[in-house]
């Protein structure tokens, strides 16, 4: 069946470094949502790409859409504190299921 | 956006016994789901509830084991019936406006199985 997986299952940074999780599926996309859940939390909703080559930004996140939309990115310039938490992107089949397809999820830790 | 509310939060049951869980949304939605997450883990979807029919459920859930009701476009309950400590896990709904819209998640219940 079709896998969504993201790189890296865990990343640790000093608070203002950078942090980067890639996200790549078995099939072609309709579209792709990232989620952001914090420890305890639920996931919350981040962005949705839907354009091939696609780029959003929301202040120090960049999200990035492939071109073939199979994969994408999600990119943090400066990470602070309250970055911590697992990000997960999820995609959307191209069938008439309208199923979300999860990600693995990328645990973000960072150091104050 | 829409807000969901899902209860009970969380629940420690005997093993054998079964557990509703509720899934109230403020709007209509088109679009219902029911998830488990085990810690640490990501999301597995169970089942797509449809309004007024028989939940679609995804490959290793059946219905025997994760009844689904969706009466209307607003609320949702997922039972887990005759639970085992396997059964042990955050149960998600979520609930979407359009078809290809994002998902707005309840806040999960989190069931222990003795």
């Known amino acids: 069946g079709q896998q969504v997986m993201q790189i890296p299952q865990y990343q640790h940074v000093q608070e203002g470094e950078d942090f980067t999780t890639y996200c790549n599926s078995s099939?072609?996309?309709?579209?792709i949502q990232w989620y952001k859940q914090r420890p305890g939390g639920h996931p919350v909703f981040l962005i949705q790409?839907?354009?091939?080559?696609e780029v959003k930004k929301q202040k120090r996140l960049t999200f990035q859409f492939g071109e073939a939309k199979k994969n994408s990115s999600l990119h943090i310039t400066a990470t602070q504190t309250t970055d911590v938490g697992t990000y997960f992107c999820?995609?959307?089949?191209?069938?008439?299921?309208?199923?979300?397809?999860f990600g693995s999820g990328t645990r973000l830790l960072v150091r104050p | 956006s829409a807000v969901i509310s899902q209860k009970p939060s969380r629940d420690i049951c005997q093993r054998g016994t079964s557990l509703t869980i509720q899934c109230q949304v403020d709007?209509?939605?088109?679009?219902m789901f029911w998830y488990r997450q085990q810690p640490g883990q990501s999301l597995t979807l169970i089942a797509t509830?449809?309004?007024?029919?028989?939940?679609?459920?995804e490959s290793g859930f059946v219905i025997d084991k994760f009844p689904i009701s969706r009466p209307n476009l607003t609320f949702s309950t997922l039972t887990v019936s005759n639970m085992s400590p396997e059964d042990s896990s955050i149960y998600l709904c979520?609930?979407?406006?359009?078809?290809?819209?994002?998902?707005?998640f309840g806040p999960g219940t989190r069931l222990t199985v003795l």
């Open positions: 509830a449809n309004q007024g029919s028989e939940a679609t459920y």
């Open positions: 999820a995609g959307v089949r191209m069938d008439s299921s309208y199923k979300l397809i």
């Open positions: 979520s609930g979407g406006v359009g078809l290809t819209d994002t998902q707005y």
């Open positions: 709007s209509q939605v088109t679009m």
């Open positions: 790409l839907v354009k091939s080559g």
């Open positions: 099939t072609t996309l309709s579209n």
